[in-house]
């Protein structure tokens, strides 16, 4: 009824004022003539502490983005790489390099790669030309590219690839790329149409069915006219360059030239000189070098150079003085210090007298007594004392020892089990399992198959065919049957597979890392704490480049490096790639020369179809290096210490590669190219990163014994073929064996002469059931035959 009548009160008026001034009519409660002083004081000290340190990541963000700015695209920095790669055969990358080179400078382009300085610009540039068909050659180019130029020609179409301006060679190389990191990208259209119409439409025709291979930054250009061109190369200058964050964390330098001293002393070696600008990072002199697919090296000399191609155009009397001296300046030179200069160190050397003991105690003697007359049965009259024993001489020969092949091989029996207690054939007793496995190394053929390149040189057609055709039927069959393997009839299988054990659980049984180790594990270097040690190694590498030391040359300096005790044949290929092929050197962080045991994320490239088998012979690019390595397989068990190994390498899915190689820090890009026979280019095996560096992860290869029930009586069953004699029955007793269809149980005792056994399980047998038992052991990679790739190329 009152509706207008209602009373509205005013609101009241502190609603904008903040809480300090609310609180100013408030006495303190101490004294209470004064207004008491609110809190806010702190929270603005604290509100004004953030905004300064706001401020001042802001001002380091700047000052960081600045001098990357100026690192990568001022004066003083060195030339920016521009790689033009042709994605298609009928892509001309000869000419185009022609105009941009004639855009920037008057000079024409030379060999595969030249370097520019333009003054109009106010750029420098290192222009390289892919050839296509040789993908390490492009491999190699994008390894140190700033800037890759895809070229696709409008008026080409191909059928194989679904894109029409890519052919196949561009696709795998495409993936390739991806697969080591891409720079800043762009693409550039040629042989568009004259019609102004059917200009646009075919470039936006080749931007829609190409804009899916490129990352979503990448922009599109024509570059048919030297306008296309000119707005090109200003939109590239201006736009700020990424690179793979692995190539920020050492420095390189992309030889320019190669050359080579013949040393005195020795007549085998020389010392290469290499000059280029230095890139990314300072480098030291006391530093070890990696030269590209040659190996890792030491330093004699650094000389820093006068730069060829200076920014600002040099006066005429400099190029008088250039003219006539036909030399190069030498700025500043540095030689390293014998007591910081970091070893070259590739390989532990084991100590010979490392594992001898010192001499026993009386104790540990008495000790080896009893166990000896333990061991050292012997079958003696009724009644014999020990002492009455010790005069009886044992007329047995060392050939009856020998050929008693009924022997039970150490496995240790219970009387109760035993048909003859009082008869123990107790030969090989004083043998223990280390020394008997090195006795049957030759009989384990699945472990110590050599790859198959050894004996390719005096195969014949027919074998070599013969051979491919028996992996691939092998990997077939693993892909249906993994891990099964047949008894041997003419060899025991307590013999057969003497190294193998069984496991209660995979994922819960213990098995020491240490235990058994091969003999390059005497050779390889290992890391308490990797990660701490990365850690360490990277901030000492930060340090380094901050201090400014006398015994470095800062990055983008022109400059030479004096590379000692190289081999003249690695030398004089070298010097002949380097017309085709960029020579790559770069730094090695602390530790990068020795050799360990890496573990590589892995995967098969789509483009190989050929199996992969373990242990083969392929070619490792890790970064910028290039080594030869024999991995194995393995599964990536992440609840487990303990990986499955895989015989082959199956496609799909990733796995594990375990090698011997140098020691390197992730993260790394990995690509694994497989050397053809006859000296045709290498093929992408399969691509990857570098996972870890761990000598202790253990790798465990499996195998399945199967047999087939002969008769079953409920929980009862008769199982035959497994074993083809008791011996061997009583040798696998204490593992546990299992069914394809889910049942589990135990040996109980052999049955016969023919290896048939007795098995209790939990449930009621099936008749077409399988009955198998699983053994492990561990593997290990191969120790590569040798680690320079260059001079199989």
Known sequence: MGGSRVQVNKSHKSRFSSKSSRNLHRTDLKDKSRISKSGGNVAKGARAARLQHNRMVREQKKVAL????????????????????????????????????????????????????SSEYKLRTTVLKAPYGDLLSCMEMVKVADLVAFVASASSSCEESPSCYIDSFGSQCLSVFRSIGLPSTFVLIRDLPTELKKRQDSKNTCMSSLASEFPEDCKFYPADSKDDLHKFIWHSKEQRLTVPHWRNQ???????????????????????????????????????????????????????????????????????????????????????????????????????????????????????DQKQKRLRKRTLPRGTSEYQAAWIVDDTDEEDLDSNDEADDGMILDKQESDFPDQEGTNNLDLDDDQRSLNLKDLDEDTDIDSMMMDGETLTREQIEDEIQKIKNAHAEDEEYPDEVDTPLDIPARKRFAKYRGLKSFRTSSWDPKESLPPEYARIFAFDNFARTQKHVLAKAIDMEQENRDDCIPASSYVRLHIKEVQNSVACKLCSLIKTVPVIVSGLLQHESKMSVLHFSIKKHDTYSAPIKSKEEFVFHVGFRQFVARPIFSSDNINSDKHKMERFLHAGRFSVASIYGPISFPPLPLIVLKSAEGGTAPSVAAVGSLKSVDPDRIILKKIILTGYPQRVSKLKAAVRYMFHNPEDVRWFKPVEVWTKCGRRGRIKEPVGTHGVMKCILNGVLQQNDTVCMSLFKRAYPKWPNHRSPILDA
């Open 66 to 117: 600045l001098k990357e700015k100026r690192a990568t695209s001022g004066s003083t920095s060195p030339p920016r790489v521009i790689v033009l790669f042709g994605l298609s055969a009928a892509v001309n990358v000869d000419s185009l390099a022609v105009d941009i080179l004639s855009l920037l400078s008057k000079q024409g382009a030379g060999a595969a790669f030249s370097t520019v300085a």
């Open 250 to 368: 050492r420095p390189y330098i992309m030889a320019q030239t190669v050359d080579m001293v013949v040393d005195d002393g020795n007549l085998e070696k020389c010392t290469m000189l290499l000059t280029g600008y230095l890139r990314a990072h300072s480098l030291s002199v006391n530093q070890l070098v990696h030269v590209s697919g040659a190996g890792d090296y030491q330093l004699t000399k650094i000389e820093t150079l006068k730069d060829p191609f200076p920014l600002n155009p040099r006066k005429e009397q400099d190029l008088m003085d250039a003219d006539e001296v036909h030399d190069v300046e030498v700025i500043r030179s540095l030689a390293p210090d014998p007591e910081k200069q970091e070893p070259l160190l590739v390989e532990n050397i084991p100590d010979p007298l490392d594992g001898e003991q010192t001499w026993p105690t009386e104790a540990e003697m008495a000790e080896a």
